[in-house]
């Protein structure tokens, strides 16, 4: 559980907190990890740092997440690097919308350095007032 107090330049105060549980397993053998992750935000008064930041510009209109669910595969490629797969749904406090996105990456190792490319899609986007 994560209790957040988020405090703007103009005074305006905020609180709440979020619950995640997560699971995760490893196939050493394979080289394939996959992780499921689930976040409920308890309360309209929770922000997230991203969401914090952006109250103060946003006039108080920030988006606040309501709830996240996360699934990721990840498949090591040996030398050649990995590949991964992550999707993710959010819906939010004070409108109703929902967010679905995918994202497959590629990632590998040179010289030290860390590459990668990687494709997001938002195959559905729904989203209306409350």
């Not at 309501?66 to 990995?82: A, C, H, I, K």
């Not at 992550?86 to 040179?110: I, K, M, N």
């Amino acid at each position: 559980m994560t209790q957040a107090i988020t405090r703007t330049p103009s005074g305006k105060r905020y609180a709440g907190h979020s619950l995640r549980a997560q699971y995760q397993k490893d196939f050493v053998s394979s080289g394939t990890s996959f992780s499921l992750a689930s976040y409920r935000y308890s309360s309209s008064g929770y922000y997230d740092f991203a969401e914090a930041s952006a109250l103060e510009s946003a006039q108080g209109q920030v988006d606040n997440r309501r709830r996240r669910e996360e699934l990721s595969v990840t498949q090591s490629l040996g030398g050649l690097g990995s590949l991964a797969i992550s999707a993710w749904s959010q819906d939010y406090w004070h409108r109703q919308s929902r967010d679905e996105t995918v994202h497959l990456g590629f990632y590998s190792a040179w010289k030290g350095d860390l590459l990668g490319r990687g494709l997001l899609l938002h195959p559905r986007q729904q989203s209306g007032k409350k």
